[in-house]
């Protein structure tokens, strides 16, 4: 079995070291393959994160899969469905945290969508 790997990409410098860590694992178990989750569309991402992903791509041909952006989907359902699609039945290997930094303190706050309160 191919290791499978998920990175759940934030818009800052945590989404981007996801991102590289990911294009690290897929050079260094060349079978692996590679899903990104955005939290936002990647045009709303920091540079570092998009050069990141570019260069992703550019390695990955073939073994990577973008699931939509977490804030397009919105609701838990949609969110549940477009991993499934992502990673079947079978789940993945490992999950790589971009979102949350070491200077996060639990517990961690609900997002606050404007018109949502």
Not at 41 to 44: I, K, N, Q
Not at 50 to 55: S, V
Not at 89 to 97: E, I, K, L, S
């Given at each position: 079995n191919r290791p499978r790997f998920l990175?759940?990409?934030?818009?800052?410098h945590n989404g981007g070291d996801a991102v590289v860590t990911m294009r690290r694992l897929l050079k260094t178990f060349p079978p692996a393959r590679a899903?990104?989750?955005p939290v936002a569309?990647?045009?709303?991402c920091r540079p570092n994160v998009?050069?990141?992903?570019?260069?992703l791509l550019e390695l990955?041909?073939?073994?990577?899969?973008?699931i939509e952006?977490?804030?397009?989907l919105q609701s838990p359902e949609a969110m549940a469905r477009a991993l499934h699609e992502a990673c079947g039945?079978?789940?993945?290997?490992?999950?790589?945290?971009g979102l949350l930094g070491m200077q996060c303190k639990p517990p961690v706050r609900e997002s606050r969508h404007p018109g949502h309160d």
């Open positions: 990175a759940i990409v934030g818009k800052g899903c990104l989750w569309p990647w045009e709303e998009i050069r990141a992903r570019d260069e990955a041909k073939g073994r990577l899969t973008e952006p977490a804030s397009v039945d079978r789940g993945f290997d490992a999950c790589v945290d």
